[in-house]
Nanobody, 114 residues
Framework: VQLQASGGGLVQAGGFLRLSCAGSGSISSLNVVGWYRQAPGKQRELVAGISSGGRTDYADSVKGRFTISRDNAKNTVYLQMGSLKPDDTAIYYC?????????WGQGTQVTVSS
């Protein structure tokens, strides 16, 4: 299975975006899937995760603004982002938790303008 993130773009502060992480095959076997991001000059960080059973967890910086969900039938994990801030500007990636090298894709760029 390969994971491909998409849905990024340029949005004004306070706006919304929905990112998608599409699996090339079944993601049902992936126990925990997460969204990570890397801003310029910063380390990659985990922002949200979802288990196969639907349990979710979020970084404090996005709690209450982002929502992660998964649709195993569509082999897709989503990240609904709201109340976006310039600090959310980063390349967003999806991967398992813990991450595996084989699942890192190119990511999708999210840019939030002030």
């Amino acid at each position: 299975v390969q994971l491909q993130a998409s849905g990024g773009g340029l949005v004004q502060a306070g706006g919304f975006l929905r990112l998608s992480c599409a699996g090339s095959g079944s993601i049902s076997s992936l126990n925990v899937v997460g969204w990570y991001r890397q801003a310029p000059g910063k380390q990659r960080e985990l922002v949200a995760g979802i288990s196969s059973g639907g349990r979710t967890d979020y970084a404090d910086s996005v709690k209450g603004r982002f929502t992660i969900s998964r649709d195993n039938a569509k082999n897709t994990v989503y990240l609904q982002m709201g109340s976006l801030k310039p600090d959310d500007t980063a390349i967003y990636y999806c991967n398992t938790i813990p991450s595996r090298e084989i699942y890192w894709g190119q990511g999708t760029q999210v840019t939030v303008s002030s």
